[in-house]
């Protein structure tokens, strides 16, 4: 019994992460038609700027506030300096082939993962540091019991919740939300609407890279950060997404729950080295059953 709900309380935590890496992944693919592979680069990026922040002996909050507002930044400058200029050339006729125009945004996200990574090794000399917890990371003791779940896990738990509830009122209680919504339902009527869809898009990145930033924070008191840390994170982020639906806010949220729980499943009853086997299976088994994903619509999108 105890190894069952240690187990739930672990693929719950890491779920958590997951699902925030997922959403990321969905907001850009949803107001761009992009798979963002620099994602988690621009996530370690910001966490070591929090890092050196606290080093410096700034506290654990500014520096949290910091990365989440680098994260946005970067994010941002993204789309503005590198994806919007080459979705204007595809769209002049420049990259003619609908392929070509699919594939160089996605390469250019794994150049961008790579020129972060590199300079943050050049910036930080790719040393492996810790990261704080702003909460004990103790097991939580009750009733004279020791409970299968740390201080620092609820809090995982408690700001991906409500996270997740903040972005749901976003997307459907104010004007730039329902904005974003009709963008990536229909971009071509959005804009016949009135809708700006430049500065959709930008934000859509934006708050991306907030998200992925949070991951990050959240994931590096329990794996110590360099520049190359986040990467499997960000293997599993994507399985998430495809897995709930690239089309789909909520499935990426249920994907990231449902690989979290597999991992911890796999990594509790059986071993460590079969959970990327583990995943590789349930993906296909899902994409054989539903190629959408368990969210996705009828109509998927080509890549």
Do not use: C
């Not at 038609?33 to 890092?51: E, R």
Request: proline share 4%; glycine share 10%; net charge positive.
């Amino acid at each position: 019994m105890d190894t069952a709900l240690t187990t739930l309380f672990l693929g719950t935590t890491r779920g958590a992460v997951f699902a925030l890496v997922a959403m990321g992944l969905v907001l850009v693919w949803r107001g761009a038609g992009i798979v963002n592979f620099a994602q988690m680069g621009q996530a370690m990026f910001s966490t070591y700027i929090a890092s050196s922040l606290i080093i410096s002996g700034h506290g654990y909050w500014f520096a949290f506030a910091t990365a989440l507002i680098a994260g946005a930044l970067l994010g941002a400058l993204v789309d503005v300096a590198v994806m919007r200029p080459l979705t204007k050339r595809s769209h002049s006729g420049i990259l003619a082939s609908e392929s070509m125009r699919a594939t160089v945004p996605v390469i250019a996200s794994l150049g961008i993962l790579g020129i972060l990574q590199s300079l943050a090794g050049m910036l930080w000399a790719a040393e492996e540091r810790g990261f704080p917890s702003p909460v004990s990371d103790v097991a939580v003791k009750a009733f004279g019991k020791t409970a299968p779940f740390t201080n620092f896990d609820l809090f995982i738990i408690i700001v991906v919740l409500l996270t997740l509830a903040a972005t749901t009122l976003f997307f459907t209680k104010t004007g730039m939300g329902l904005a974003m919504r009709a963008t990536a339902l229909n971009p071509e009527v959005a804009r016949l609407s009135g809708i700006r869809i430049g500065r959709v898009r930008t934000l859509s990145w934006a708050i991306s890279g907030v998200a992925s930033s949070l991951a990050g924070l959240l994931i590096t008191p329990s794996a110590n950060l360099s520049p190359n840390t986040l990467d499997l994170i960000l293997i599993v982020g994507f399985t998430a997404a495809v897995v709930g639906g690239l089309e789909s806010l909520p499935g990426s949220v249920v994907g990231g729950f449902i690989l979290g729980l597999l991992i911890a499943v796999v990594n509790v009853y059986d071993a460590p080295d079969d959970v990327f086997l583990a995943l590789l299976i349930f993906l296909l088994v899902v994409l054989i059953v539903k190629p959408g994903g368990l969210f996705g619509s009828k109509r998927v999108r080509n890549v």
